[in-house]
């Protein structure tokens, strides 16, 4: 089956330290690939998102993902995380099987410690 | 260069009643999606609306339908409504060209009582 698996349900890091959330998908054909942050009582904002070519995107506030096709996986950093950033946070996935839905994961809490 | 807009923002309804949610999409978006969000769960795809026409569907029942109207704006519809029904609902547009990247809404939270 289709699917993202996000392993970790909470992290928390102190303010500047940086930051890995864990992305797992799982698609026989190429994926594309999301990052997404909700704030509390929130939609989803796009932080970057991954089709082809280059395999470190670059997003929004910072933030970075890189693709490993070897390792199925598409985890989002950021080398210094303020208290601003916390939120959570849902990796996305589709490709041309799963037609035009978005499969999600479970979302990733992060915690900002001063 | 407005956003996705959702209409209400909070609702409250009993079980056995029927809801309308709105949801304008971006601005030079054609296409909208809906989604279900469980607390402290992913969103669920419902649908995907296109030229008017319900273009894909998850793994929803029959209670749940919607509708796009020719300025692509769209509506979800509940029927009966079940206590499991209460989530955050989004709407997410996104372009003809490009159009797996979907942009979303602020959502509406619907309590069910």
């Known amino acids: 089956a289709q699917s993202v698996t996000q392993p970790d349900i909470h992290i928390t890091v102190s303010e500047g330290a940086s930051l890995e959330l864990r992305c797992n998908y799982s698609?026989?054909?190429?994926?594309?690939l999301f990052w997404y942050v909700q704030s509390p009582g929130q939609g989803l904002q796009l932080l970057l998102k991954y089709f082809s070519g280059d395999t470190l995107v670059q997003g929004i506030k910072g933030f970075e993902a890189e693709f490993k096709r070897s390792q199925s996986s598409f985890n989002l950093r950021k080398p210094s995380v303020h208290w601003s950033d916390a939120a959570e946070y849902f990796c996305a996935g589709g490709n041309s099987n799963s037609g035009y839905a978005l499969n999600f994961g479970k979302g990733t809490s992060l915690l900002v410690t001063p | 260069d407005a956003g996705v807009t959702q209409s209400p923002t909070h609702l409250i309804k009993t079980r056995g009643q029927q809801v309308t949610l709105r949801c304008s999409p971006k601005s030079g978006h054609d296409t909208v999606s809906w989604y279900q969000q469980a607390l402290g769960q992913g969103p669920q795809f419902i649908f995907q609306y296109y030229e008017e026409e319900e273009r894909q569907r998850g793994n929803f029942p029959d209670r749940f339908s919607g509708h796009q109207f020719p300025n692509y704006s769209s509506e979800l519809n509940v029927n009966a409504l079940l206590l499991g029904d209460s989530a955050l609902y989004l709407c997410?547009?996104?372009?003809?060209?490009?159009?797996?990247?979907?942009?979303f809404g602020p959502g509406t939270r619907l309590l069910v009582l």
């Open positions: 997410a547009s996104s372009p003809k060209t490009g159009g797996e990247t979907q942009y």
């Open positions: 698609y026989g054909a190429t994926p594309y």
